[in-house]
T-cell receptor
Framework: GQSLEQPSEVTAVEGAIVQINCTYQ??????LSWYQQHDGGAPTFLSY????GLEETGRFSSFLSRSDSYGYLLLQELQMKDSASYFC?????????????FGQGTTLQVKP | DSGVTQTPKHLITATGQRVTLRCSPR?????VYWYQQSLDQGLQFLIQ???????AKGNILERFSAQQFPDLHSELNLSSLELGDSALYFC??????????????FGEGSRLTVL
């Protein structure tokens, strides 16, 4: 089976940097994705890591260590609009395709 | 706007009833995924279809069924509804070739309330 662990809540102030960690267990692994969801809205894709290392996209960066089954999402220069839930997800092997399994999500609250 | 359309946006029904949720994927996307999100919970994978065929199955209840039609739209049928089925149901799609990436395009969801 697959399981992912991430903190349930994180609080930070505007302008700061925050890191959201994710550890996973899965049989077969393609890569780790991150999604953002604002209050009941549609989840939106942020990033995907298939190889070890850091991927940077603007203020957001994502890191993966396959050997440690660990990744994180780094948000820099936090803005109020970054207050949302953030989900890590793994692409796990399922037959000849990979199903995307999500963690329980981390609620980020950005304070002024 | 992701290009994925879900209807209805809101649905209120009673226990024991049956409902059908509909999803139209982005133009050209062959894969459709269904997820259930209960209050303050993560996204629970239900089922995936690819070009009309079932590709992967999650913890989908036997009371739930889905299909993908030749025009690639998909329907999720929920029957003998229980209070615990109240949730947001999301549909997502991905294009061919994106099967090994993590990028899905989600619709706005259908909020089901069972009274």
């Amino acid at each position: 089976g697959q399981s992912l662990e991430q903190p349930s809540e994180v609080t930070a102030v505007e302008g700061a940097i925050v890191q959201i960690n994710c550890t996973y267990q899965t049989s077969g692994f393609y890569g780790l994705s991150w999604y953002q969801q604002h209050d009941g809205g549609a989840p939106t894709f942020l990033s995907y890591n298939a190889l070890d290392g850091l991927e940077e996209t603007g203020r957001f960066s994502s890191f993966l260590s396959r050997s440690d089954s660990y990744g994180y999402l780094l948000l820099q220069e936090l803005q109020m609009k970054d207050s949302a839930s953030y989900f890590c997800a793994v692409r796990a092997l399922s037959g000849n395709t990979g199903k995307l399994i999500f963690g329980q999500g981390t609620t980020l609250q950005v304070k002024p | 706007d992701s290009g994925v359309t879900q209807t209805p946006k809101h649905l209120i029904t009673a226990t024991g009833q049956r409902v059908t949720l509909r999803c139209s994927p982005r133009s050209g996307d062959l894969s459709v995924y269904w997820y259930q999100q209960s209050l303050d919970q993560g996204l629970q994978f239900l089922i995936q279809y690819y070009n009309g065929e079932e590709r992967a199955k999650g913890n989908i209840l036997e009371r739930f069924s889905a299909q993908q039609f030749p025009d690639l739209h998909s329907e999720l049928n929920l029957s003998s509804l229980e209070l615990g089925d109240s949730a947001l149901y999301f549909c997502a799609s991905s294009p061919q070739g994106a099967e090994t990436t993590g990028e899905l395009f989600f619709g706005e969801g259908s909020r089901l309330t069972v009274l």
